[in-house]
């Protein structure tokens, strides 16, 4: 079936260390995207890509990487230097442009101790 | 900052149409309107979304007011599993070809046997 997952569902870490969190598609979509929602809260935007080898920041990027070097992937790396990495992060695919709804997947809980 | 206002919680007994509403009085001639919802710890899940006419899909139905400063999204026959967050969102366009999602905290509705 076609869809967006995310892995792992549940993500322990110690403070200091990096971590990355897998996203991968088979929808074909060009456009993928990274979000943080904190409890009580709406989304916020992380990091975007329309098209593979090109990615730009989003209204949080300071603390975290991505790389896109397949169309179906979009890993983020959690990096030492965000100081609040524990949240839900979520990631989502569209098609490029225009009038599309995003598919999003079920989610990484990460929990830096 | 979200464009959109939405009451922070709802009820609405099991059987009966949902009406849920939400205020975006700043939104501007080329902004949509979308609707997702989102089930405890999960993905969001795209509903509806529309411009300036009102639009029906086999989930829910999108009112618009003629001014598109107000929206209602209607759950014609709620079940319990209708359960969710459900979050007015409007679509601005940000980038050339693409465009971004600016989500609120939404509207925790409960549906009551």
């Known amino acids: 079936d076609g869809g967006i997952t995310q892995s792992p569902k549940y993500l322990f870490r110690k403070e200091g260390q990096n971590v990355t969190l897998s996203c991968e598609q088979n929808?074909?979509?060009?456009?993928m995207y990274w979000y943080r929602q904190d409890p009580g809260q709406g989304l916020r935007l992380i990091y975007y890509?329309?098209?593979?080898?090109?990615?730009q920041k989003g209204d949080i990027a300071e603390g975290y990487s991505v790389s896109r070097e397949k169309k179906e992937s979009f890993p983020l790396t959690v990096t030492s230097a965000q100081k609040n990495p524990t949240a839900f992060y979520l990631c989502?695919?569209?098609?490029?442009?225009?009038?599309?709804?995003?598919?999003f997947g079920q989610g990484t809980r990460l929990t830096v101790v | 900052d979200a464009k959109t206002t939405q009451p922070t919680s709802m009820d609405c007994a099991e059987g009966r149409a949902a009406n849920l509403p939400c205020n975006h009085s700043?939104?501007?001639?080329?902004?949509?309107v979308y609707w997702y919802r989102q089930i405890h710890s999960q993905g969001p899940q795209y509903i509806i979304h529309?411009?300036?006419?009102?639009e029906t899909n086999e989930m829910a139905s999108l009112i618009i007011t003629e001014d598109r400063k107000s929206s209602t999204l209607i759950l014609p026959h709620a079940t319990l599993r209708d359960t969710a967050v459900y979050y007015c969102?409007?679509?601005?366009?940000?980038?050339?070809?693409?465009?971004?999602?600016?989500w609120g905290a939404g509207t925790k509705l409960i549906i009551k046997p």
């Open positions: 989502a695919s569209s098609s490029r442009g225009g009038n599309t709804e995003a598919f």
């Open positions: 529309g411009l300036k006419n009102n």
């Open positions: 969102i409007v679509r601005v366009s940000k980038w050339d070809s693409n465009y971004q999602l600016i």
């Open positions: 890509s329309q098209i593979v080898n090109d990615f």
């Open positions: 929808l074909n979509h060009d456009a």
């Open positions: 700043t939104i501007s001639g080329n902004e949509y």
